[in-house]
């Protein structure tokens, strides 16, 4: 019997049959002796309240005497000492005086026969007598009254017997009905009571296999409920815990990912710089050396050979300095220094500096303003973005010649897209276009290309600024774009 519940069903059980059986057993062997007890305190009170009566007459005291018989079903002798009868109920008579003072030694055919005596004091005793042929008992008290007058009071003990015996066979059809009902309820009381314990075993199994979205329902506030609560702060605890632990351990493989694509991109940097170096500093260094053991005579020659050098000194400027820009965005060193300006005007001063360029190659521009608006960001930076973006669309314009560019107002932002007539972009070259030394015309010279960082500043100094940036392909040509917040602090 491994079950709480059946444990508890039945120990409830057992518990009522020790009961009733305990209930008989007392009723059966001390009810009679207590019975006896306290009739025998009766009669001495009446014998104290008979005592302190006049002892000239009773009949001013015959209501008392009835309401005595009546209460307490005792039958009451008083004579004087002449045996002349003051008051007696009516089962005391002159015809049965003899028989209810028995002798003391052998009782007459069919007189009582005293089977006890008891003294209480110089004065009165108790008598138990019992009939020979009925075999009924009594109990009577014979005493002296303070006046002298004999009394006897006298109480039958067969209806006690009789009454236990009834009492018993009550006690038995009703023990009967109490074990039925207390069953029942037991094994309701056992349900209720299990109920809680049993979800707190299923819980606490759920919780050893690490499952801990369950909780206990709590019904009562004592010591099952207390417990019930305690196991699902546990629990939640425990979750809590996992969960963070969990967090963390996704936090760390995320890390150990970006550690590890920093260091792909550290030895991708590293292995595009020195093949974006070699270059120019072989040439460098054969022009240089050329200078040093004088290999060209004329002064025209001697300048070109300078001119490449510091040309390309310049570009190697360019790119440790566009590398230092994009680390140090990429890694927050770089504190951008937000200021609030239209966004028209801004956009309209950069492209009065390309207006000769536009000029020289016949591009046919135009723009899309919209009503003055203030943005919220760095206005260098922000100004390099739209450059690159400019440089971008100057480089890969096709035959056509077209560049637009549009301002469009949305929620919270302002989006500034620059249109230029093109083939477009294949699928794989718009995954990869923001990367850093990522050329679209792989075989483009140097003196037409750059080193392939425009796009990875843009989208270095976009992310530092929260702003959403992307190309698209459209109908004959390429659409690149940018976002601006709008300024909501100072209005």
Request: overall charge negative; some cysteine.
């Amino acid at each position: 019997m491994n079950s709480i519940k059946k444990k508890l069903f039945f120990q409830i059980g057992l518990l009522i049959v020790f009961l009733v059986s305990l209930m008989l057993l007392a009723n059966t062997l001390l009810l009679e002796s207590y019975y006896t007890y306290k009739q025998k305190n009766k009669l001495i009170d009446y014998y104290d309240t008979i005592n302190s009566m006049n002892s000239n007459s009773y009949d001013d005291n015959l209501l008392e005497f009835i309401s005595m018989e009546h209460s307490s079903n005792i039958e009451i002798l008083i004579t004087n000492t002449n045996e002349d009868i003051l008051y007696g109920s009516k089962d005391y008579s002159s015809d049965n005086k003899d028989e209810l003072q028995p002798p003391k030694g052998n009782a007459p055919p069919h007189s009582p026969v005293i089977k006890k005596t008891e003294s209480i004091d110089d004065k009165i005793e108790f008598v138990w007598v019992e009939n020979d042929i009925l075999h009924n008992q009594d109990l009577m008290l014979s005493g002296t009254l303070d006046n002298d007058n004999i009394i006897e009071l006298r109480i039958h003990l067969e209806s006690i017997k009789t009454n236990i015996k009834l009492s018993n066979n009550f006690f038995l059809i009703i023990g009967l009905i109490a074990f039925i009902i207390s069953m029942i309820f037991a094994y309701i009381v056992s349900i209720y009571f299990t109920k809680p314990i049993t979800e707190m075993n299923d819980a606490t199994n759920r919780m050893k296999d690490l499952n801990f979205d369950t909780s206990c329902e709590v019904i009562s506030n004592d010591e099952i409920g207390q417990l019930a609560e305690s196991i699902n702060e546990m629990s939640m605890e425990l979750s809590n815990t996992i969960n963070s632990l969990n967090d963390k351990n996704i936090q760390l493989q995320k890390e150990i990912e970006e550690k590890n694509k920093l260091d792909q991109k550290r030895r991708t940097l590293l292995n595009n710089v020195s093949h974006e170096l070699k270059t120019p500093l072989a040439l460098m260094q054969g022009y240089a050396e050329g200078l040093k053991l004088n290999v060209v005579k004329n002064k025209k020659k001697s300048n070109f050979y300078c001119d490449v050098i510091i040309d390309e000194s310049i570009k190697m400027n360019r790119l440790v300095e566009s590398l230092l820009n994009i680390d140090q965005m990429e890694f927050g060193d770089k504190v951008l220094n937000k200021t609030p300006f239209e966004i028209n005007e801004f956009i309209l001063n950069i492209l009065n500096k390309y207006k000769k360029i536009f000029q020289d190659k016949n591009i046919k521009w135009s723009i899309n303003t919209i009503n003055p608006i203030q943005v919220f960001g760095d206005n260098f930076m922000l100004e390099r973005v739209f450059e690159n973006y400019l440089t971008n669309a100057i480089n890969y314009i096709d035959e056509n010649l077209v560049l637009k560019i549009d301002l469009i107002k949305l929620k919270d932002h302002i989006r500034i897209e620059v249109f230029n007539s093109s083939p477009g972009i294949g699928e794989n070259d718009l995954k990869r276009i923001w990367d850093a030394f990522y050329k679209l015309d792989k075989a483009r010279t140097r003196e037409k290309g750059g080193h392939g960082l425009g796009l990875s500043i843009i989208a270095a100094i976009q992310e530092a600024h929260n702003n959403a940036y992307g190309v698209k392909n459209i109908n004959n040509g390429v659409c690149f774009w940018f976002e601006v917040d709008i300024d909501t602090i100072h209005k």
